[in-house]
């Protein structure tokens, strides 16, 4: 079978047994502050576990792209190096939401494996909880009399915690599992050693393949577990594993799921999978892997950044480079042109990729140039590193030295460690792990956040949201929960009915109060936020001591912020006007890429490969204005089965997760019609004008454009307008303003030109001097001196121009401009050459008299302080360096 026939026998059979088939959720995990990326099947189901909303029916199943690259799941160091670890990766699942229990599930899984697939039934195994008394939770008796007459006694095995208990994370749903596991090892191999002695112990060809996991609790912050209200099932079988076992391969790798990726590697480097050369086949295995995830992950909205979850993008996509220029041979960019062929090949189970091609392809391209630059940066400065140790007659490279080069250069310690042995270098390891075990730390601190157990109140089948048509409702406080965070205490609410608004789509959560009486007493709770938590509205208070109050509060009167409200959905309505106006102005490929929008401003990201130039956006933005001026009435149709409304034209953002029916928003069919969860004005006139305020890049292949609307723009025309007024008076009143200035800018070039020219006289009067006080020292010619020079530039320029009349030399200066001490160093390459003699090194050195600090290349360096004072010395220092 095909990789392809073997995910749709999947859902066949789970089609047959009354399932759901549902999409995946996108990579990126949206509204859940506990991931940052889908790492499991079960992480979109989160909330039906936990009874905060309804699922579409009680028996669903699918394939889920997952990504375990960060947390407590996070296999990025193993990938590559064993055959049957990956970053992304699909999860195969069926799930049940209080429907059947471990009895379908265990007989299922069964009927599919040996019957559908046709394997082996004496090559599987499977696990049973043992228990675990800490917890309180029993041995799962139940799953060993299910399974019993199936395998028989003898291939079922015990498993601890560690292996049979799954848990998301620190908090959430949770349940023992009977893991499936099947032994592909050839048959001499099992004649000589049993599969059930090689079961987790992390064997390449005896892996588990499903996991059966029967939710039954919730882990509590306090790390309690509680029965769940109703069982459930949870199933993930890993999409890549069964492939190698229904194709009888030894990895992974082997399977057709990465041989496409891997022949188009072997055509672009010219080396063979499979060979002699062990990191030759880790590269390969490392790239194949690396590219689904990047480019998923891209398509899915999420690009490579230096922040969170985009950083953790940009890490894979640099390892895969890294290894690529490290082992394959490649000097020049080559990631990207794996995408077509991953195109071709989830073209019919993730169309997503295939429709965003172009783009994703042109943002790996420039991460893949801005990586080759960083690389050539961080040799240039290991470089230096090594040249100053040999100097010191060592050859261990410190670890924070190290680090630098992986935090600040992007340099990835195993290639520091790699090139240091060539060069006969070793890296200080313990050193290393040190300064990143402090970075960590001081990460951790700036993200630290505890939150406390929910506080039950009362009973909810959910939260009802009635903020798209009031601005107030009389709600019931169903629970609450204390979060300690660096800037205070806040205390998170949730109503089973609010007009609130919760972050999410761009738009920012709505403020207000809440109104209550307790004991007779009036209380009013200020909301500063509101988050959407899974499908909880969450609304956010930092006032104090309100367990009481919260805990007695009677009905609440839940109040937004009208005023704030409005310019929100004025913002909000101008960016659908916007968009469309961008396809019209730009073209049709403009696509959503991210957007922020308050009630100042609206920021907004796009697919675009090069400068939105001034004409185009006074062409858009006259556009919106139009549309604005027309004061089109907004027509909402909500519940529209999604794949109605795509056919009807709605355009959808990659990356979000929509149900099977979603709410339009249109402002004229033929103009503006997208789908959208926000808040909107009734009428495009309410916008009342627009104005952009810049335009500028994000990442390759993304700009990124902010923009005004209402009052605000009015106000920022304003200060426009005054700045002019001053500009007129302080020009007199020209007639001609532009003209004026115009004239001033051509002046004061003249002036700089004579003044370039009165400087460049005093330095070639200056380098006259210094030619008759150049002394030869041994093998090269020396000049220390205190100079006095019109600018730090003018060191150089004197340096330089030193050099084309004598040979051999080394200058040092010194200078004080504009009352601050300036020194450079100069040494003829040739003498750097010969004698290891560094410019940074020692200007390093002479920095600490002058209270400063400099660098620079191995030939010329500066160094600038603050205690001129300190000249004299350093330059007497240096007299005594050669």
Sequence with gaps: MTSHQIRQSFLDFFRSKDHLIVP???????????????????????????????????RIADTQKCLRVSGKHNDLEDVGFDTYHHTMFEMLGNWSFGDYFKKEAITWAWELLTEVYKLPKERLYVSVFEGDAKDGVPFDQEAWDLWVPIVGEDRIILGNKKDN???MGDTGPCGPCSEIHIDLRPQT????????????NDHPQVVEIWNLVFMQFERKADSSLIPLPATHVDTGMGFERLCMAVQAKMSNYDTDVFQNTIQVLEKLSGKTYGSDEPFTDIAMRVISDHIRAVAFAITDGQLPSNVKAGYV????????VRYGYS????????????????SEQFKDVFPELTSQEEFVTRVI????????????????????????????????IAGDEVFELSDTFGFPVDLTALIAREKSFIIDEAGFQDALAAQKARSRQDAAKEATDWIELRESDGVEFLGYDFEETHSHIVKYRKVKTKTGDEYHIVLDRTPFYAEMGGQVGDTGTLHFNVNGESKVVN????????????HISKDKNLDEALQNAGIVVAHIDEDRRNKIKANHSATHLMLSSMREVLGTHIGQKGSYLNDELLRFDFSHFSKVTDEELKKIEDRVNEKIRENIPLKVMTNVPIQEAIAMGATATFGEKYGDFVRVIIFDPEFSFELCGGTHIPSTGEIGVFKFISEGSVSAGVRRVEAVTGEKALEIMRQQEETLVQLK???????????????????????????EALENEKIQSLKIQLLDKVRSYQSFNLIIEKVNVPSAESLKQLSYELREQVENLIAVFGAEVAGKPQISVFIAENVVQSSGLNAGTIVKDLAKEIRGGGGGQPFFATAGGSDASGLDKALEKAKGLF
Excluded: C
């Excluded at 191999?189 to 987790?200: A, E, F």
């Design 24 to 58: 995946s959720a996108p990579l990126v995990a949206k509204n859940d502050p506990t991931l940052m990326f889908n790492n499991s099947g079960m992480a979109q189901f989160k909330d039906f576990f936990l009874g905060n909303g309804t699922p579409p029916s009680r």
């Design 165 to 167: 208990f799954w848990e």
């Design 189 to 200: 191999d099992v004649d000589t050693i049993s599969g059930k002695s090689l079961v987790n």
């Design 313 to 320: 993008i940009r890490r894979i996509l640099r390892r895969a």
């Design 327 to 342: 082992y394959l041979g490649f000097s020049e960019p080559f990631f990207h042109k794996l995408i077509p062929v991953l």
């Design 365 to 396: 391209l420039e991460e893949e140039k801005s990586f080759l630059r960083t690389l050539e940066s961080g040799l240039k400065r290991l470089d230096i590193i090594m040249t100053s140790l040999k100097e010191k007659q060592t050859n261990v």
């Design 527 to 538: 909301i500063i936020d509101t988050k959407k938590e899974n499908d909880l509205f969450v």
């Design 729 to 755: 008076e302080l020009l007199k009143g020209p007639k001609d303003i532009v003209k004026a200035v115009e004239n001033l800018l051509e002046e004061r070039t003249l002036l700089q030109k004579r003044i």
